[in-house]
């Protein structure tokens, strides 16, 4: 089976050498994969390996303890389907950089009470709907102007725009998949340039939260629903799909995507993805694909 092992570091440090790219090609002919010559997709930050293995699974966990030891990110997958088709991303701690109901909770002087709740339910340790419904019911009788406040100081992660463009350009379709609130995604889509979002409702009555959610709440199973359901309107294989976040809500679609990605996540996620990105940006994304930083889209 024909692999590709791809070598990321954070772009802002740009400090992937031919030093990392020989310790992993040795690391690879200890195991007896038969290599072609290493090809740069920018320079100082990605760099493919293209090998013969079987393992996959085997391979992985090598790659993971390289990286561990190297401070880069090493990718392993098949070159077959590279370039995915459809992308969905989770929005909170993925496409922006914090949890924006922590962010809105905070204006009512909830946040630390509320991140508990959250990280615990990123976590996999809460039911998610259950946390979800118990962080919103303190927010009973705020303001909707707390939203506006929240959206405001909501920031983009390094590298949002330019995967989800690059991906847009190249014929591939995206969605913001989130378990938080339409009134976010729906800006952060439009921000960003996905063609869709799907997320939650809270209800809102006379300009103030009545903390309470619409139903159905957008959850784990419903993120690995969307998955299937686009991938199957959209005629797109589900090896041809992609799927990213943090958290253990994102786990199901991350598994069953072609590619999943855990972003900078919780541990159990980061355990069992195919794939983890702990150091590079969202442009990562797009070196796992194959794309080389002169294809970017700004």
């Avoid at 699974?57 to 098949?78: C, F, K, N, V, Y």
């Avoid at 909170?92 to 615990?120: C, M, N």
């Avoid at 939203?147 to 920031?155: H, N, R, S």
Wanted: aromatic content about 4%; some cysteine; proline content about 3%.
């Amino acid at each position: 089976m024909e692999l590709v092992a791809t070598l990321i570091a954070n772009p802002e440090q740009a400090s992937l050498t031919q030093q990392h790219v020989d310790h992993i090609q040795t690391a690879l002919e200890k195991v007896r994969c038969t290599q072609s010559s290493p090809s740069w997709l920018a320079e100082k930050i990605a760099c493919d390996i293209i090998f013969d293995g079987e393992d996959l699974s085997t391979l992985r966990g090598m790659a993971q303890d390289e990286a561990s030891e190297l401070g880069i990110d090493i990718i392993i997958q098949p070159t077959a389907h590279r370039r995915k088709r459809l992308l969905l991303a989770d929005m909170d701690s993925t496409i922006v950089t914090g949890e924006t109901l922590d962010e809105l909770a905070g204006i009512a002087g909830l946040k630390e009470k509320v991140a508990a709740i959250t990280d615990r339910a990123m976590r996999g340790e809460l039911d998610f709907k259950e946390a979800l419904r118990e962080r919103v019911a303190m927010l009973k009788g705020l303001s909707t102007a707390a939203l506006d406040e929240t959206l405001k100081i909501t920031e983009l992660n390094n590298g949002a725009r330019q995967l989800v463009q690059t991906m847009r350009a190249n014929g591939a379709y995206t969605v913001l998949v989130s378990g938080g609130f339409k009134f976010f995604t729906n800006a952060v889509r439009k921000e960003v340039g996905f063609h869709e979002d799907r997320s939650n409702e809270m209800i809102i009555v006379n300009g103030v939260l009545t903390g309470e959610v619409g139903d159905p709440i957008l959850d784990r199973d419903a993120k690995l629903d969307s998955l299937n359901s686009i991938s199957s309107a959209k005629q797109i294989p589900i090896e041809e799909t992609l799927a990213t976040g943090d958290g253990a809500n994102d786990l199901p679609m991350i598994l069953a995507a072609g590619l999943g990605v855990a972003f900078h996540a919780k541990p159990i996620v980061e355990e069992k993805a195919p794939a983890a990105i702990r150091y590079g940006d969202l442009t990562a994304i797009l070196y796992i694909q194959g794309y080389r930083r002169e294809e970017f889209c700004e």
